[in-house]
């Protein structure tokens, strides 16, 4: 089955403060992705991994992917307000187009 | 260049109506996606068009969902007749033609709908 796994599904966190939102998941995938959500609005892309090892960085977000553990992580470096949101991750398995998606971890930046 | 958009944002109605949501995707995305968010859980995937084939349905509930991409253009979801499950946010998503190896989606802000 495919199946991909994210937690936690809350986070509420002091600005400042590091943390990692993890994603794993079943079975053999060569794309990995990342969204953010705000409260009624689209999912904006974050980041797209490729490839084993891949590590991807913007702002206080940091986005890597090990395939061989089926593992991606988001670290939130230095938390800030403007970082609340809910996160997804999703994953493209081998020869097909659909995103099977995480839960969604809603995080919440304490000032 | 617009994004994909997404009508109605909201839409309240009673069981047993029927209801049609639409989405127009980026101009020049030939693949169109459809998925769901039922009640605070995972987005779930409903179906795939290729301009205006559908390539994969494999997510599709149950056949009181249509889905109709006319002309490889917009695409419409109709729900008929409507059930209390049904309810949830419905996101449209779309991408480049095939050739793009990530094929990365960009997605519309969701339509809720809301069964009575």
């Known amino acids: 089955e495919l199946k991909v796994e994210q937690n936690p599904l809350f986070l509420s966190m002091q600005e400042g403060k590091n943390y990692t939102i993890y994603c794993n998941y079943s079975?053999?995938?060569?794309?990995l992705y990342w969204y953010r959500q705000d409260p009624g609005k689209s999912l904006e892309s974050l980041f797209v991994?490729?490839?084993?090892?891949a590590v991807k960085q913007e702002g206080r977000l940091m986005a890597s992917l090990d395939t061989k553990a089926r593992l991606s992580t988001l670290h939130i470096t230095a938390a800030v307000h403007d970082l609340s949101a809910t996160y997804f991750c999703?994953?493209?398995?081998?020869?097909?187009?659909?995103?099977?998606f995480g839960t969604g971890t809603r995080l919440k930046v304490l000032a | 260049e617009a994004g994909v958009t997404q009508f109605p944002s909201h839409s309240v109605i009673e069981k047993g109506q029927t209801v049609t949501l639409r989405c127009d995707p980026i101009?020049?995305?030939?693949?169109l996606y459809w998925y769901r968010r039922v009640m605070g859980k995972e987005i779930k995937f409903l179906l795939h068009?290729?301009?205006?084939?559908?390539?994969?349905e494999s997510g599709m509930p149950n056949n009181r969902f249509l889905a109709e991409r006319t002309g490889g253009t917009y695409s419409t979801l109709k729900v008929q007749p409507a059930e209390l499950e049904d309810s949830g946010v419905y996101f449209c998503?779309?991408?480049?033609?095939?050739?793009?190896?990530?094929?990365?989606?960009?997605f519309g802000p969701g339509t809720r709908l809301t069964v009575l």
């Open positions: 998503a779309s991408s480049r033609g095939a050739g793009v190896s990530y094929n990365e989606q960009f």
């Open positions: 079975t053999t995938s060569d794309r």
């Open positions: 991994l490729l490839s084993n090892g």
């Open positions: 999703a994953v493209a398995f081998s020869g097909t187009y659909k995103y099977i």
């Open positions: 101009s020049g995305h030939d693949n």
């Open positions: 068009f290729v301009k205006e084939s559908k390539q994969d």
